[in-house]
Structures are given as structure tokens and as C-alpha cells.
T-cell receptor, first 114, second 117 residues
């Protein structure tokens, strides 16, 4: 079945450690996105990539890094510079065009910093 | 800067009744798309309905319809015949073209809907 997978589902990290969240899609989508969701809040864009080997900062990129070496993969690293990383992280992908294409989301990773 | 506003943090509706979830947006781009997503307690995001800025008619998908008032910059979601399974968070989102040729989507803060039996 086509879709987006994120792993792990739950992640615990000690303060000061970097951690990488996995996102893989087999939908052959060009564009991929990372969002952060805090309790009771909407989604905020961290990074997005329109094509392999290219990505742009979203609204809250500080303390995060990404890579896009393969079309199907868009891992997100939460660095120790991120001051408050405990949140729910959602990865999404979509076709580049037309504008009517909705985003498909993964099941999310819940990150807790101890 | 583009913006999405959902003014209802929480809404209650009786089972089998209709409910309207409000969404207003702000953009200077003439070409944009408006989406509604549902997020159950499991956390997954489920696409519900889409409305394009140039669409003349309001979008409908089963029990979901979008009341699009372009001049008012509003895109309210109407759920008819509410079911207990409709209890969830609902997000309004707007997709805009980027000068680089891609798209960017921004989300509102969401409305939590509670359906009462």
C-alpha cells in the first residue's frame, strides 16, 4: 500500500542530545514537509522540500535540520539547540502541482525530552 | 503574510444535527487553495475537502460542504447529520504558490468538535 511511514511512534530523549526522526514515502511525491504540533495547537511548518537535494526553512526552523538525498526520504534532526523540542511531529508529502493536491500525512512521532 | 484564523476553540453539536466550523484567511495571492483536515485523537491527519480560489461553486464531499465566501475571505466547513465519530480536531489550511514554483501550506489553530449522543 502507498503511504507515509514515520518512525519511531514515541521517542524519548535526554536534554542536550540530538535525535533524528524518520519519514519515508512511497507515493512518488516530489514535495515533503515537516510540521510541529504542540498540545491543542495547529501545525507549524519546520522545513519543506520541493525536490531532491533541495529544501527550505519554514516558520520555525531554528534548532532543526533536514536532508533530502532521496526522493522517498526526508529525515528531521532535532538538535540540542532546539529549546523546547517536546511535541508531536508530523511528516507530509504531496505532488508538486496542481495547487489542489492535498498533503498526505504520516502517523506522527511524539517526542518527549526528559 | 498569509494567515488562517479559526475562532472557535471548541464546539458542541447534537448527534444528527448540522454544525458549521468557521475559518477566515488572509492572502494577497489571487491563486490559492483551501483545505479542511480532521485529526482524531490518534493524531493522524485526514483530508476532508478542497476549495480552489477560482472555483465558482462550493465544494461538497459527502456530509462535508465548504461555504466559500471569497469577498469575506471565509471558508467555513459544514458537517451535516453529525455522527459520534465526527468528534475530533478540525483544521483549516491554505496552500499558496511560491515564487520558486512549489507550494506552501499553513494551518489554523483548529477547532475541537464534540458530538453529543
Amino acid at each position: 500500500d502507498g503511504g507515509i511511514t514515520q518512525s519511531p511512534k514515541y521517542l524519548f530523549r535526554k536534554e542536550g542530545q540530538n535525535v533524528t526522526l524518520s519519514c519515508e514515502q512511497n507515493l512518488n511525491h516530489d514535495a515533503m514537509y515537516w510540521y510541529r504540533q504542540d498540545p491543542g495547537q495547529g501545525l507549524r511548518l519546520i522545513y519543506y522540500s520541493q525536490i531532491v537535494n533541495d529544501f527550505q526553512k519554514g516558520d520555525i526552523a531554528e534548532g532543526y535540520s533536514v536532508s533530502r538525498e532521496k526522493k522517498e526520504s526526508f529525515p528531521l534532526t532535532v538538535t540540542s539547540a532546539q529549546k523546547n523540542p517536546t511535541a508531536f511531529y508530523l511528516c507530509a508529502s504531496s505532488d508538486s502541482a496542481p495547487i489542489s493536491n492535498e498533503q498526505f500525512f504520516g502517523p506522527g512521532t511524539r517526542l518527549t525530552v526528559l | 503574510a498569509q494567515k488562517i484564523t479559526q475562532t472557535q476553540p471548541g464546539m458542541f453539536v447534537q448527534e444528527k444535527e448540522a454544525v458549521t466550523l468557521d475559518c477566515t484567511y488572509d492572502t494577497s495571492d489571487p491563486s490559492y487553495g483551501l483545505f479542511w483536515y480532521k485529526q482524531p485523537s490518534s493524531g493522524e491527519m485526514i483530508f476532508l475537502i478542497y476549495q480552489g480560489s477560482y472555483d465558482q461553486q462550493n465544494a461538497t464531499e459527502g456530509r462535508y460542504s465548504l461555504n466559500f465566501q471569497k469577498a469575506r475571505k471565509s471558508a467555513n466547513l459544514v458537517i451535516s447529520a453529525s455522527q459520534l465519530g465526527d468528534s475530533a480536531m478540525y483544521f483549516c489550511a491554505m496552500r499558496e504558490s511560491l515564487y520558486t514554483g512549489g507550494f506552501k501550506t499553513i494551518f489554523g489553530a483548529g477547532t475541537r468538535l464534540f458530538v453529543k449522543a
